[in-house]
């Protein structure tokens, strides 16, 4: 209270408000630990939160009056150009860097009826087995992350009322928090377009938007639940391993004290999988965790960039972990100095630990993620490594990652960033693909000129073909493809390099937008469409306007662009305490580059100085890239 300046009348209000009568005494103390723990939460004030609102319900009144839904519009003109005023006028009025810290501005109605709600949804059959301390944990607060305070728990509450009923004679959260969620994945669908707002939407404009990001599924689902008493946190995995971005999930406390994991909107209880690798998974509460700081000495709320004050360690609840002992190089390290523990995101080292070293000769990090690689760092200005990078491979055993200038080699590389399942689907949509050539626009009496057979490049593949003269070309799609196209080309010398150019045409349910798609020259954009069949028997094509030699043909599936382009500037570097450069490479065929001088057992990262964010560090052993 100290710390709450004006307001500090209003936490008073809320400490008379229970202290009147004897049958208040557990709501007193209830309050006593909300606004003990207040110090460091906070919102937002100013343009951006009330754009991000405005928005939210401009696209709820434009659907109710005309059907319109323009949120599930991919690159949709209007959201974009509705987004970019949002953000430009944010930029302006700086409103991200204007901080409401709650015990400054939060009334007593809202604490009231918030632990009022609390204490009735307390009441359920599956929530009355909680002792005190989890009810205070993971049932009575008033806010999930960093959204806008408001009024939530009496809508909330009546929406999901109908769960006493569904719920029959079973006192089981778990499956409380199943039907919740079953619910919400019906009527809270993934919106990526939400990304470009990071912080966490209200509790209202969940309802209201009915659509988010992950953090916000985890929201809507932390407020529904909370408001039927089902015990729930949010789970942050703040850096993948081994790629960029963070997630956010929930779990939920079952009868034997164990938290569940689920994935707030999308996947129940007990069957959540993480969909990457995670060096590090922290439970993000209400509670300060660390006692020296609930006297914050900074007296308006300080906070840190990953709340730390307010997070506990919970890797081992979720994946399999083993403590990592760091030697550190001799002289690196002070005793006493805080070391953080960094994998790469893309393009920086990121902290997911932190730990003391007592001696400045080795470290220890508890609980990491195994099939991981790290680097040891100390924070001076910048980020300094004080260790090669070491990697916790999954037996639990630690590989350090050790480099020999003196001994080079030349290697192949194919791509900036791994391949994954998915992508070697969207190849496997092409097989049984056929170019035609006609010289009428029936195409009676065509000539098959190409069958995609067998596995190929992600990229464009390019084919040699016996020359024949033709006006028009086409490309036949296959049964249940999706479309899984981003370009074809048909060539007219051997050399494979210049692309015929015509007049695109297509059959009748091809749209006008996929047929430019195939032939724009850009592998990022692609055809694909809403169902796999959708383009069975139909074809797009060019028509040259006379016969034109065909000496070749091209094509690409729908792709990542990490692949090797030739139109495309690489540069690769290897790791020396700092990222060092072995130049451009030498393209060795359509579909890898080709370096020497490479250092032996060096950690390696390919840039794509022309486009795209995905690049990957990797190590080369065995003539093939290994991915970290």
């Known amino acids: 209270m100290n710390f709450a300046g004006e307001n500090k009348t209003e936490l008073q209000q809320v400490i008379d408000h229970y202290s009147r009568s004897q049958r208040d005494s557990l709501k007193l103390k209830a309050a006593y630990f909300l606004i003990a723990n207040m110090t460091g939460h906070f919102s937002y004030r100013g343009y951006l939160q009330q754009g991000i609102d405005s928005l939210i319900r401009y696209g709820t009144r434009t659907k109710k009056i005309s059907g319109y839904d323009f949120w599930q519009q991919e690159n949709d003109a209007q959201i974009n150009q509705l987004w970019n005023a949002v ?22 109605k809202l604490l009231i009826e918030n632990i009022d709600y609390a204490f009735k949804a307390w009441e359920m059959p599956w929530s009355r087995h909680l002792c005190f301390d989890e009810f205070c944990s993971y049932v009575l607060p008033y806010r999930f992350y960093d959204e806008a305070l408001e009024s939530w728990r009496p809508r909330y509450m009546q929406k999901f009322s109908w769960l006493a009923e569904a719920m029959g004679n079973s006192s089981d959260p778990v499956l409380a928090c199943k039907l919740i969620n079953e619910s919400l994945r019906r009527e809270f669908p993934f ?44 789970e942050v995995v703040q850096q993948w391993a081994n790629r960029s971005f963070g ?3 929930s779990s939920v406390l079952n009868k034997d004290g164990k938290f569940v994991s689920f994935l707030g909107a999308e996947v129940p209880p007990n069957q959540y999988q993480l969909p990457y690798v995670a060096p590090k998974i922290y439970t993000l509460g209400y509670a300060i965790q660390d006692d020296s700081l609930l006297a914050d000495e900074m007296g308006r709320g300080a906070w840190s960039e990953y709340r730390d004050r307010f997070r506990t360690d919970a890797t081992q609840q979720f994946i399999p972990v083993n403590n990592l002992i760091v030697e550190l190089r001799p002289g690196a390290v002070n005793a006493g100095e805080t070391v953080k523990l960094c994998v790469f995101d893309n393009h920086y080292w990121i902290p997911v630990s932190t730990s003391i070293s007592a001696d400045g000769m080795t470290v220890l990090f508890k609980d990491m993620g195994l099939g991981v690689l790290y680097l040891p760092m100390v924070l001076r200005d910048k980020l300094i490594p004080v260790s090669p990078p070491l990697i916790l491979q999954k037996d639990q055993s630690v590989r350090a990652v050790q480099i020999d200038k003196l001994t080079t080699d030349t290697i192949s590389i194919s791509r900036k960033y791994p391949l994954s399942q998915e992508k070697l689907d969207w190849i496997k949509l092409m097989l049984d693909g056929r170019f035609e050539g006609a010289n009428t626009a029936d195409f009676s009496g065509s000539k098959t000129l190409y069958n995609i057979q067998n ?3 992600m990229m464009l593949n390019r084919r040699p073909i016996s020359r024949q ?15 899984s196209l981003a370009e074809i080309c048909f060539y007219g010398d051997s050399s494979l390099t210049e692309a015929l150019k015509g007049m695109p045409i297509h059959s009748s349910k091809v749209s006008d937008r996929d047929t430019q798609l195939a032939f724009d020259g850009y592998l990022s954009k692609y055809i694909n469409t ?17 016969p034109k030699n065909i000496a070749g043909i091209g094509f690409s599936p729908r792709n990542d ?21 072995l130049g451009h490479g030498v393209y060795d065929n359509v579909s890898k580059l080709k370096f020497k001088n490479v250092p032996i057992g060096a950690l390696l990262w390919l840039r794509n100085h022309t486009s795209g964010n995905e690049e990957r560090i990797f190590l080369y052993e065995n003539n093939s890239q290994e991915w970290w």
């Open 87 to 108: 953000m430009a006028n944010a930029a302006t009025s700086h409103a991200g860097e204007d901080y409401l810290f709650d015990n400054k501005v939060i009334s007593a």
């Open 191 to 234: 919106n990526r377009e939400f990304g470009r707002y990071g912080k966490a939407l209200g509790p209202n404009s969940l309802l209201d938007g009915g659509l988010g990001k992950c953090l916000d599924q985890a929201g809507i689902a932390n407020f529904a639940m909370r408001a039927m008493g089902i015990p729930v946190t949010l």
């Open 247 to 249: 997630h956010d999930f």
């Open 455 to 457: 596995p190929f490049y």
């Open 469 to 483: 003269s033709f006006r028009y070309v086409r490309y036949c799609f296959p049964k249940s493809s999706g479309g």
């Open 530 to 546: 809403p169902g796999l069949a959708d383009y069975d028997h139909e074809w797009v094509g060019l028509d040259f306007g006379s």
């Open 561 to 581: 662009e990490n692949g090797i382009d030739q139109r495309m500037n690489y540069e690769l570097y290897y790791w020396d305490d700092h990222w060092v450069s």
